[in-house]
């Protein structure tokens, strides 16, 4: 069972900021989170991962509550080719990755 | 860089038939290795792992079975398949420690007949 709860499904319009929320209320101090996304047909791709701490890198921003307890992903400004299922994952090594439905975001012009 | 690949892409094959998918990774050096299935619709579920040559373990028991001859080669094997092991089955790679991230390669489109 996923650790993590997300909506179902989000919209965004083209160039605007895609803010993916997910509520992990029961993770453990060393629990990482991690987000991957997966664009139909194709494989899960790693987008970024953090612990406590924000993480930014090229491709979006991860945002992490004080009592970590919930996280926000970013992307700054959402393209067409964003759109896809994205996934929010509560682990540590060496537990499994454990994939759950996921948040479909689809991308409007 | 590391990459990760995947054969074939889409497979079609009749019930009772065998199976062998392969996968390979480059750019790294003994990394762990995962096999996943993905079901129409659904979230993917680990399938084996390995840590190293000859060493696999298995998540689910099934018709399926994985071996790692190579340290960068994984194969996911069935000497019959069934209806229900249709499906997208996903490699993925990653090296030990405790920020361990996996990465997927493409994938392969299973449908049995």
């Known amino acids: 069972d996923a650790k993590t709860t997300q909506p179902p499904s989000m919209d965004c319009a083209e160039g605007r900021a895609a803010n993916l929320p997910c509520n992990h209320s029961t993770i453990s101090g060393n629990e990482y989170v991690y987000w991957y996304r997966q664009i139909h047909s194709q494989g899960p791709q790693y987008i970024i991962h953090g612990l406590k701490n924000n993480e930014t890198n090229e491709m979006a921003s991860l945002i992490i509550t004080e009592d970590r307890k919930s996280s926000t992903l970013i992307l700054p400004h959402a393209t067409l080719r964003d759109t896809a299922v994205y996934y929010c994952?509560?682990?540590?090594?060496?537990?499994?990755?454990?994939f759950g439905a996921g948040t479909r975001l689809t991308v409007k012009p | 860089s590391q990459t990760i690949h995947q054969w074939p892409a889409t497979l079609v094959q009749p019930v009772g038939s065998p199976l062998s998918l392969e996968c390979t990774v480059e750019g790294t050096s003994n990394p762990n290795l995962y096999w996943y299935r993905q079901a129409a619709g659904r979230g993917l579920q680990l399938l084996f792992y390995s840590v190293g040559i000859g060493q696999i373990s298995s998540e689910v028991p099934q018709n399926l079975s994985a071996s790692r001859p190579q340290d960068r080669q994984f194969i996911l094997s069935s000497k019959k398949l069934l209806l229900s092991d249709s499906g997208f089955y996903l490699c993925a790679w990653s090296v030990s420690g405790i920020q361990e991230t996996q990465y997927f390669g493409p994938g392969t489109r299973l449908l049995v007949l």
């Open positions: 994952i509560v682990r540590v090594f060496p537990e499994d990755m454990r």
